[in-house]
């Protein structure tokens, strides 16, 4: 008798859920980042109870055909690359096609959708992966994604949740970031019916910062303008005066995505090795532009990490980009403020 089994699909995803679906802030990422991919100029995220109950996501985006809105429920179904060599230019923040599959695995989806193309749009219902509804109907273009009591299926796996008010940080933390790397783009986050962050989408990352952080941090920050012939870095970094006691004010992004590096992290350190005592850490938000192939994505699922080809110019680069602008401070006292 044969004892091993292929796994059936409705399993498949629920286990590749347990990799990409970790919280509400990580259906909220996807989410987000899917907006994102479909060109969004305004994204809106409404949450309920830290988003175990509630997740709601807006956007203005290019939409779902109705023809496809099935597919893009099915595990490994993408419109963003379609062989292994698009991998080494992929743009898009999303390409593996798992994101949509997992959350309803776990969830009770309901998503609103049109493109400009069509005149009418779809809403399509989707709860623990099975199909519940698909109908015909009028709607503005982009999409609306609404996710409701996550891990209603997976009761195991709903008890390792916080509480709402630290799963609402973690979406809190996520949205900055968001907003921070995507200045261009409108944001507004509503908690438990309060607006608790709208950006401009004006492409100001000064601005960005002063909507998350406040004037006092807003204030004291260098603009970093660095630009080779490989790498691009901007942004702008904090004053010793305004340093931090951990990390968490370390925002650094590789084209666009969220990255953590220990590498950029040392580089900070070492630019920044003069200026601040032991265990104090700068405010940061720089943005570096890396030709694509120079940098490899596919490490894993939630993509915070990230490889380069050159380390060492990079951390020198990093470091440099630091010293020099923090030897500016003599001669930009304070930067003004419009607001
Ligand atoms: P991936 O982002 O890796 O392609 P997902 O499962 O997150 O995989 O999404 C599957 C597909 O559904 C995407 O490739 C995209 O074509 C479509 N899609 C998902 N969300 C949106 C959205 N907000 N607007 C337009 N298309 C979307
Ligand atoms: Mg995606």
Redesign the pocket.
């Known amino acids: 008798m044969s004892t091993i089994k292929l796994l059936d699909q409705h399993t498949i995803n629920k286990i590749a859920a347990g990799e990409v679906v970790e919280r509400p802030a990580s259906v909220v990422k ?2 987000v ?3 994102i ?2 060109k969004s100029s305004a994204i809106t995220v409404e949450i309920k109870e830290g988003g175990i109950q509630f997740i709601r996501i807006t ?1 203005n ?4 055909n109705k023809g ?1 809105i099935t597919t ?1 429920f099915l595990r490994h ?4 690359i379609k062989s292994i060599e698009d991998l080494f230019t992929v743009s ?1 923040l ?8 997992s959350i309803a695995s776990v969830s009770q989806v309901e998503v609103i ?1 049109k493109t400009r193309e069509e005149i009418t749009g779809v809403r399509y219902v989707i709860q623990g992966g099975n199909e519940i509804s698909k109908d015909e109907i009028g709607c503005p273009e982009g ?1 609306t ?1 609404i996710v409701r009591n996550l891990f209603f299926n997976t009761p195991a796996r709903r008890k390792f949740l916080k509480s709402p008010g630290t799963e609402a940080g973690h979406i809190s933390d996520l949205l900055n970031r968001l907003s921070l790397s995507h200045p261009h783009i409108s944001f507004k986050y509503i908690y438990n019916n309060q607006v608790k962050l709208h950006t401009s989408g004006n492409n100001q990352i000064k601005d960005v910062i002063f909507n998350i952080y406040g004037k006092d941090i807003a204030k004291n920050i260098i603009p970093i303008n660095y630009k080779t012939e490989e790498v691009e870095i901007t942004g702008f970094i904090g004053k010793p005066q305004i340093s931090r006691s951990n990390r968490n004010y370390e925002s650094t992004y590789i084209n666009g995505r969220y990255i953590k590096s220990t590498l950029i992290q040392k580089a900070l350190e070492e630019g920044y090795k003069t200026y601040l005592p032991m265990h104090k850490y700068p405010f940061c938000v720089l943005h570096y532009k890396i030709e694509s192939s120079r940098i490899d994505v596919n490490v894993h699922p939630t993509k915070m990490e990230i490889r380069f080809n050159n380390s060492e110019e990079l951390f020198q680069l990093t470091k440099k980009v630091i010293i020099d602008g923090l030897r500016q401070i003599e001669l930009i006292p304070e930067i003004t403020l419009d607001k």
């Open positions: 996807e989410l980042e899917n907006s991919d479909a956007d985006g290019l939409g779902i496809d893009a179904s993408t419109s963003k898009s999303g390409f593996r096609g798992e994101a949509l599959a959708s999409t994604i």
